[in-house]
């Protein structure tokens, strides 16, 4: 195995050393996301079960599954031997050294869940390409793909979140899956989907995957579905599995029929169809085409001037974002497009089971389609495609590719979640040194196989660059920067839209195209 005795210590330096980075962030900025966590543990410390998703002294209320609340009241108890103040709930906006030290350290505190994660990730990697080189092995890149990976560090590290423990619980069932062991893997990822349910967009890989892989247990020689091996036993553990975990989370507040308050703080479709600041995907070109042709009808005389809103023209990214000329969007609308966008990678996996590369291939497309599609979609979550995009991009170069140019749009996309003078160096030398060791190790190991970018795709990846000089230093010196002040965001959005969505295509065509080897049939 690539990761027997001999291993360990380069995965232990990459471990610490990013662990070390980590602390090294403490002091830097945080965003509101900072306050809501010290909300949440306010909240679950001081008050009874029953009033924990009613709290509403904070604009930030609970909004995150039962699991995560619980996550929230265990770290409370430690909380309060760095400053009980935190735990006040009428102390908004608290935030004293000891507090932001406590807040920091428990997201790396936390992380080892993520490092053990990918541990299991690089030993599910089969060393086919031998490499002299430690640097040049599958593994090693794969390490340091997924525990340095840049949107995580700024995200967690700078902006405020815990993703990387959820991320960890993810990469595990995952690693559990490609092990052949089932039913932990179904295990955590329903506990992952009681910590934070963003992850149902995932659910049909999963669902799929399982019941394909585990419920029926054999092939005919043509790779078609023996329907005779149909397991009920494994369905009947797999069913008791996800009803157990249901139980343990959602029984309590069944019991206080709280059940509907939880549900409506969990899915709140009050909100507008597009975060305050678009995230780059389907939503944002819509935008943007609206706002071009309200311009264009405006100047023509087409449209009313007086009829039409002056948010949508000057305010820029608000959050109730009325389309003007194109139609407007609806929960249900985007609810139908995701469906329909993750139909065809569901099909596949059935269809043509390739197992575990195909499952991550589903995974990937049933992230990139709900982030394409989804309902006031947070620019965060193409981290939901671009972690487990890691795993295929050291497999095959065609995937690797696809990576580059995932990882390096989605990755500036985030650009504007830091727009601190002090983090600009932070975020655009950590970007510069993720992005750049992604393309030469990738290179390195596919370098017998034909480039892994087109030029096109060359030449769209360096125009990010003239993009972040125009958005952080050209534009504040103009004098738009008063009339139009949603230009470098707009601007952002847009060209890493077109990125994403082509990315997003490429990935498609590449899993519809494929044909199945023999020797995956009889798999």
């Known amino acids: 195995r690539a990761m027997a005795a001999g291993g360990r210590g380069w995965f232990r330096a990459l471990a610490l050393g990013v662990s070390f980075l980590k602390c090294l962030l403490i002091p830097a900025y945080y965003s509101t996301d900072f306050e809501v966590h010290r909300n949440w543990l306010a909240i679950t410390h001081n008050l009874p079960l029953s009033q924990w998703y009613y709290e509403a002294t904070s604009e930030w209320t609970l909004d995150y599954p039962p699991f995560f609340a619980w996550f929230e009241y265990a770290l409370s108890h430690i909380a309060k031997y760095f400053d009980p103040q935190m735990l006040v709930v009428e102390n908004l906006n608290y935030a004293s050294h000891a507090t932001i030290l406590f807040q920091r350290l428990s997201v790396i505190f936390t992380d080892t869940l993520f490092i053990y994660a990918v541990h299991e990730c690089c030993r599910c990697v089969n060393g086919k390409r031998a490499a002299k080189d430690i640097l040049e092995k599958p593994t090693f890149i794969l390490a340091v793909l997924l525990l340095w990976n840049f949107g995580l560090l700024i995200v967690d590290h700078i902006h405020f979140q815990y993703n990387g423990f959820l991320f960890g619980l993810m990469l595990l069932s995952v690693a559990r899956l490609c092990q052949k062991r089932y039913l932990e893997g179904a295990l955590l990822f329903a506990v992952l989907l009681h910590f934070k349910h963003i992850y149902m967009y995932v659910a049909p890989a999963y669902g799929i995957y ?95 001037g007086t009829k039409v809103p002056k948010a949508s023209m000057t305010g820029g990214l608000v959050q109730e974002f009325q389309h003007t000329v194109l139609p407007s969007v609806t929960p249900l609308a985007t609810l139908i497009c995701t469906f329909i966008a993750i139909l065809p990678s569901v099909f596949c996996l059935w269809f043509k089971p390739q197992g575990p590369r195909g499952f991550l291939q589903c995974l990937v497309l049933c992230a ?74 990738l290179k390195s190991l596919f370098r017998r196989e034909k480039p892994l970018l087109n030029w096109l795709e060359t030449i769209y990846l360096i125009q990010l660059v003239p993009l972040e000089i125009f958005c952080e230093i050209i534009f504040p010196l103009t004098p738009w920067k008063w009339h139009f002040p949603f230009v470098p965001l707009l601007l952002t959005s847009v060209y890493c839209a077109l990125g994403i969505t082509y990315g997003w295509l490429k990935l498609y065509m590449s899993v519809l195209t494929e044909r199945i080897s023999i020797r995956q049939k009889a798999e």
């Open 210 to 304: 399982l019941l394909r892989s585990y419920c029926f247990t054999a092939n005919n020689a043509d790779g078609s579905l023996k329907w005779r091996s149909f397991s009920f036993l494994h369905v009947t553990l797999l069913g008791l599995i996800v009803c157990l975990v249901s139980a343990l989370s959602l029984g309590p507040f069944l019991v206080l029929g709280q059940l509907p308050q939880v549900i409506s703080r969990l899915f709140p479709f009050k909100r507008g169809l597009c975060h305050a600041y678009w995230a780059p995907n389907f939503w944002a070109l819509y935008n943007a085409v609206d706002k071009a042709l309200t311009i264009l009808g405006l100047k023509c005389n087409f449209l009313d």
């Open 368 to 441: 990139l389609s709900s982030f394409m599609f989804g309902w006031h979609v947070h620019e965060k979550a193409i981290l939901l495609a671009i972690l487990p995009l890691s795993l295929l991009s050291i497999q095959r170069a065609k995937d690797a590719g696809i990576y580059l140019i995932l990882t390096t749009t989605g990755h500036f996309s985030l650009f504007p979640l830091l727009f601190t003078p002090p983090e600009l160096p932070i975020k655009i030398l950590l970007m510069l040194l993720f992005t750049v060791y992604s393309f030469s190790s």
